[in-house]
């Protein structure tokens, strides 16, 4: 087991932020005089960087660069002052944090959120466990399904891909995995359907945290 990672996505997998963005963001928009958008709707808005997600929220009319930029760089500020209000970890996250941590499996976390709030985030949430690596997106690589950051990540904790479990939850998290040649696993209490994650190469899907230990117990 010494030779054994999972590599966990945060928003939707370790961590329930959705309320948290979705706040953020409607205040911005509010601010801008444009419609909000109901908390499920958040859901597809999600996981492919925080600039892509505001131009999602806004109108198509005003989908400009300087429109995306102010409400963007609003967003930020909002969201560096807001992050923490209503995230917490998923019922059986902790559970599970403890018995891969007993097992001596490696844990690390791969996010295409802002490697700043992700490292916040982290700070407030998960400081109980030993992450030997946390990484959000940063100029150094491109955002995830490009493998590049998760073959880093691997590096630094010293685990060969293919023994590396990658534990998220969306249509991004899977093709990352299967690019990268971790095993994918959806996580299926996330922001996305289950059907997202198998059609995008998920070889397991779990309904619960601790389930994953199932894939642990005969190794």
Partial sequence: MNDRA????LDGTLADTLEDIADNMNRVLAGKGFPTHEYDAYRFYVGNGLRNMVAECLPESARNDAMITACHDRMVAEYNRNYINKTR???GIPELLDALSSQRIKLALLSNKADLLTQ????????KWKFEA???DNERFPRKPDPAAALFVSEQIGIAPANICYLGDSDVDMKTANAAGFY?????WGFRPKEELAANGAKRIIDHPMDLLEMFSKE
Avoid: H, N, R
Avoid at 120 to 127: P, V
């Fill in 184 to 188: 994918p696993v959806g996580a299926g």
């Fill in 134 to 136: 946390v990484l959000g």
């Fill in 89 to 91: 970890l998923y019922d």
């Fill in 6 to 9: 999972v590599i966990f996505d």
């Fill in 120 to 127: 916040k985030i982290c700070g407030e949430l998960l400081t």
